[in-house]
């Protein structure tokens, strides 16, 4: 088992940029796939990143595309999600969450453990 705690949320204005963290307890991390995942008020969880245990490749929905990027700090065994040009649909909480999937997966049943979550609120 894993424990997650995500960190870093806040607010932000529009083109601002902040980075989530995602701290793991009782494993390794590095031994997981990794997803971030965000839920807006009325809509759905919807995973945006992931990095994969297999090989350490990475995922993105189109709409984090080219501005958020997946990474691993292993010696902080920690999963860091760094977000630019934030816009204001990107308002949401924001969770981390953790499975034995070989592969990159934005598929929530793909994942075991998960976070509290964090919010990211972007407004001027």
């Known amino acids: 088992q894993v424990q997650l705690v995500e960190s870093g949320g806040g607010l932000v204005q529009p083109g601002g940029s902040l980075i989530l963290s995602c701290s793991a307890s009782?494993?390794?991390?590095?031994?997981?796939?990794v997803g971030w995942f965000r839920q807006a008020p009325v809509k759905e969880r919807e995973g945006i990143s992931c990095?994969?245990?297999?090989?350490?490749?990475?995922d993105y929905d189109d709409s984090v595309k080219g501005r958020f990027t997946i990474s691993r700090d292993n010696a902080k065994n920690t999963v860091v999600l760094q977000m630019n040009n934030l816009k204001p649909e990107d308002t949401a909480v924001y969770y981390c969450?953790?499975?034995?999937?070989?592969?990159?997966?934005?598929?929530?049943?793909?994942?075991?453990?998960w976070g509290q979550g964090t919010q990211v609120t972007v407004s001027s």
């Open positions: 969450a953790a499975g034995s999937y070989w592969g990159k997966t934005l598929w929530r049943p793909h994942y075991d453990y």
């Open positions: 990095i994969s245990r297999s090989d350490g490749s990475t």
């Open positions: 009782g494993n390794t991390l590095d031994t997981y796939t």
